[in-house]
């Protein structure tokens, strides 16, 4: 069933759905599906009637997966009072959107769907200009209380994400030796060099405290800003993270250095901005003190992710992205001489 198909056919259930078990009244839904959402899911906008007659942009989303669905009801979840605080600062300093309406089945189907608020500020996606400071400190605060947002709600618990190093490692080198790479000498000399020290790079990777629900796909793409708080220093947080399908336990380097690989192409976007640097900062601000050595983490992530590259050459192997990489590891490998 496609998705137009399928959610047009519940769209009666679900408008049912949200009258009989929520405060509040779900209007005509515009149902559309965006480039990125696999087969079979569907996005819709549509306004939502509080009892009190006050009506707001919101946003369907059907179906979701179980890990987007858990942590954007368990962080979004309003009540009467926030519903009170719906246009107040409390109210809009929530690190992700905020959750009307929210299901695990929908029809006789097993089917997750939400209903959570519109946002209209755009994303923080840049273009061919630098990613501002205050738009970086925006995301990166946000990121922060997100962390500490998904803490307040379950402690981290279980394995983190277990990438296979050694085999990636190898096929880089498999695909450097095809040709497959640019500036293949020098890719050759580079990943030598990780090669020898690559059992002690995973081997701290993977000793790494697992202290943090990361968000697991943090970019300016799933950075939104809300209405009115572009100009707003006074909101503790000046956008909302989105996206929550990849949340994880792990370490909070994580996501910084995520972001930051999104811009080894395009330093020129970031400037001087340090986005590790930033976060254990503001993480120090707000009393959590890192007991490990943050910055060997972070180099020994960015290490791994660079000297791996190779190995995905035929998805995004993108020439500029490709020097970007290798510069890298000659960059912070020369940082972990005790190896």
């Known amino acids: 069933m496609s998705a137009d198909t399928l959610a047009h056919s519940l769209d009666p259930v679900l408008h049912a759905e949200c009258q009989d078990h929520h405060h509040g009244t779900l209007g005509p839904i515009s149902w559309f599906k965006v480039s990125w959402q696999h087969s079979g899911a569907a996005t819709g906008f549509a306004n939502w009637t509080f009892a009190s007659g006050r009506t707001v942009p919101v946003m369907i989303k059907l179906p979701v997966g179980s890990i987007e669905h858990r942590w954007t009801c368990e962080l979004g979840h309003i009540d009467e009072q926030a519903i009170a605080e719906w246009d107040h600062q409390a109210g809009r300093c929530r690190v992700t959107p905020r959750v009307l309406a929210s299901g695990t089945t929908l029809g006789g189907y097993d089917l997750a769907w939400i209903v959570m608020e519109r946002l209209g500020g755009g994303t923080l996606r840049p273009s061919s200009r630098a990613i501002s400071e205050q738009s970086l400190t925006d995301m990166l605060a946000t990121l922060d209380g997100f962390h500490a947002a998904c803490d307040r709600v379950r402690k981290p618990e ?4 277990s990438e296979d190093w050694n085999k990636l490692l190898a096929k880089a080198r498999d695909m450097v030796k095809q040709g497959a790479v640019p500036e293949e000498q020098r890719w050759n000399e580079a990943l030598k060099r990780v090669a020898k020290v690559s059992d002690a790079l995973v081997a ?6 697992m202290n943090t629900w990361c968000h697991g796909d943090f970019h300016p793409g799933n950075s939104l800003m809300r209405d009115g708080c572009i100009d707003d220093r006074a909101c503790r947080h000046g956008c909302v993270l989105i996206d929550l399908a990849l949340v994880h336990v792990g370490h909070w380097v994580e996501d910084a250095v995520y972001l930051e690989r999104l811009f080894w192409a395009r330093t020129e976007l970031l400037g001087s901005l340090k986005p590790v640097s930033i976060l254990a ?3 120090r601000d707000r009393g959590v003190h890192a007991t490990e050595n ?6 020994a992530r960015r290490i791994l992710m660079a000297a791996t590259s190779p190995a995905f050459v035929l998805a995004e192997g993108h020439p500029r992205y490709l020097h970007a990489a290798v510069e890298v590891i ?3 490998l020369p940082q972990l001489p005790h190896l």
């Open 158 to 161: 279980g394995a983190g994400r």
């Open 294 to 299: 943050y910055s060997d983490l972070a180099n």
């Open 330 to 332: 000659e960059k912070y």
């Open 281 to 283: 900062k503001m993480r």
């Open 204 to 209: 701290m990777w993977r000793s790494r405290p």
